[in-house]
């Protein structure tokens, strides 16, 4: 019984440090040397707030060109990385 229960929480403990999970709750991965952001569009960012300063996203709708740094504005078809930052989701 205690081999059993051992296994069990070595799975377990695997299991977790596998899957690593955002301060919102949503899975991320890890594989292939990198780690998958969670895609969404503009609309769907969280308020970017100092809670959550420092969040990284995968906008699938932005508009125009990708500029570094600048708020990122949805309605178009650039998928561009973007972070939280005290001046809202920018252009990574």
Known sequence: ???IL???LALVAADAAAAQTS???IPSTSGAGGT???LSTVAQLPTCDVSHWGILR???DAAAT???NVVVA???SVGVTVV???AGWVKQ
Do not use: D, E, H, I
């Open 58 to 60: 995968f906008v699938v």
């Open 66 to 68: 990708p500029v570094y």
């Open 1 to 3: 019984m205690r081999t």
């Open 84 to 86: 939280c930052t005290s």
């Open 74 to 76: 949805g309605g178009g």
């Open 36 to 38: 998958q952001l969670l």
């Open 6 to 8: 051992a296994l069990f």
């Open 23 to 25: 301060k919102f709750g």
